[in-house]
């Protein structure tokens, strides 16, 4: 069992549709990460969520914690074949800020 | 700015051979973490550091060893590699409370 689980697995989608993606936990974060994965390369850091109920805009992302900071989710308007890669929710493990645990990932494929 | 190197970028072991991975970076991370990647399983914590000298377990620690003997090096060591090793491994790093900076991975495949 995953102490992140991101929804959905897959998305296929066409070039101007919008979505959301979610991460989800039965744990409380003091924050939570949004990266996202292009093929053979590392993750790279979309957003920091901190405050419960934070809503942060990137561009066509839209990135919300949830009040109980124990979910998140991603909303992206428009979406672009740009968008297309793996994103991935990360967070430190309660109570121990040492250790970075990720979401299985959700794979988006956006269909010019 | 090299920021985290990893190397090698892929290497093809047999069952039983040993390696090692380096992961180096010059951004002054206190934290360094080793993971690996799998197909539908995001990325798992094998092992990783809070500074220079100190190792600590992470989910998936068995078969692996780790060292951090120079705080800009975190080496991962697979003593008798088997085929459920074979993962793509990616090494971090960061500062307390910041974002982590991965290196480009390594692709280890076991036959």
């Known amino acids: 069992t995953q102490l992140l689980e991101q929804s959905p697995q897959f998305l296929s989608i066409q070039e101007g549709e919008n979505l959301t993606v979610y991460c989800n936990s039965s744990?409380?974060?003091?924050?939570l990460q949004w990266y996202r994965q292009e093929p053979g390369e590392g993750p790279v850091l979309l957003v920091t969520?901190?405050?419960?109920?934070e809503v942060k805009k990137l561009k066509r992302l839209t990135f919300q914690f949830g009040d109980a900071r124990k979910d998140s989710s991603l909303h992206i308007t428009a979406a672009q074949p740009g968008d297309t890669g793996l994103y991935l929710c990360?967070?430190?493990?309660?109570?121990?800020?040492?250790?970075?645990?990720f979401g299985s990932g959700t794979k988006l494929n956006v269909k010019p | 700015n090299a920021g985290v190197t990893q190397t090698p970028k892929f290497r093809v072991l047999k069952t039983g051979q040993s390696m090692t991975l380096l992961c180096a970076q010059d951004?002054?991370?206190?934290?360094m973490y080793w993971y690996r990647q799998d197909p539908g399983m995001g990325l798992r914590l094998i092992h990783y550091?809070?500074?220079?000298?100190?190792?600590a377990k992470g989910e998936v620690p068995d078969g692996y060893n780790v060292s951090r003997l120079k705080k800009q090096n975190f080496l991962l060591g697979l003593e008798s590699a088997a085929p459920s090793q074979t993962s793509v491994y990616f090494c971090?790093?960061?500062?307390?409370?910041?974002?982590?900076?991965f290196g480009q991975g390594t692709r280890l495949t076991v036959v």
């Open positions: 990360a967070g430190p493990v309660p109570y121990n800020f040492n250790k970075f645990y």
């Open positions: 744990s409380v974060f003091s924050s």
């Open positions: 969520v901190v405050t419960g109920g």
């Open positions: 951004m002054n991370h206190e934290y």
């Open positions: 550091s809070v500074g220079e000298g100190t190792t």
């Open positions: 971090a790093g960061a500062t307390r409370n910041t974002e982590a900076f």
